[in-house]
C-alpha cells in the first residue's frame, strides 16, 4: 500500500494503467481532459485523460479542479456523488473553465475496465 498522492502512489498509478490497457470508455468519457490541483499537506497535481489518473497538470485541459486533500480522499474511500455535490457546494472543490467535462463525470458511465482499474488503484492506496 502506498500513501494516497506520494510518489510510490503515483508510481504505483502509473503501472496499473499501463497493465490496464484500453479502458473501452464510452466517447463522453474518454474524451474528458482534466487537470487536478490538490492543495493541504498531501498537496499535488495530476490529471485525467482516457479515463486514466497521472501525475502532474498537462497543457490541453479544458477544466481545472482544486480540491483540498483531505476532501479528494474521503470521496475518493467512499464514492459518494453526493458528497461531492456538497463539498462543491461548500466551497471545498473549485472549478475553473468548461464546467462541461465536471457534468459528463457526474452522469458518465464507466466501463468494466474502468471500474477495475479504479478497484485494483484502492486497494494499493492507503488514506
Request: aromatic share 4%.
Given at each position: 500500500m502506498a500513501k494516497f498522492l506520494s510518489q510510490a502512489w503515483f508510481n504505483q498509478v502509473n503501472?496499473?494503467?499501463?497493465?490496464?490497457?484500453?479502458?473501452?470508455?464510452?466517447?463522453?468519457?474518454?474524451n474528458v481532459l482534466l487537470n487536478a490541483k490538490v492543495t493541504g499537506d498531501d498537496s499535488a497535481e495530476l490529471h485525467l485523460k482516457e479515463g486514466k489518473i497521472f501525475q502532474g497538470l498537462t497543457e490541453n485541459a479544458i477544466s481545472t479542479v482544486t480540491v483540498d486533500s483531505e476532501t479528494l480522499s474521503q470521496l475518493i474511500s467512499t464514492g459518494d456523488a453526493n458528497q461531492a455535490i456538497e463539498a462543491f457546494m461548500l466551497g471545498k472543490i473549485r472549478i475553473d473553465g468548461d464546467m462541461t467535462q465536471i457534468m459528463t463525470l457526474q452522469s458518465a458511465k464507466p466501463s468494466q475496465e474502468q471500474k477495475e482499474l479504479f478497484?485494483?488503484?484502492?486497494?494499493?492506496?492507503?488514506?
Open positions: 503501472e496499473l494503467n499501463q497493465a490496464a490497457g484500453n479502458l473501452n470508455l464510452p466517447p463522453n468519457l474518454a478497484k485494483k488503484i484502492l486497494q494499493i492506496t492507503e488514506f
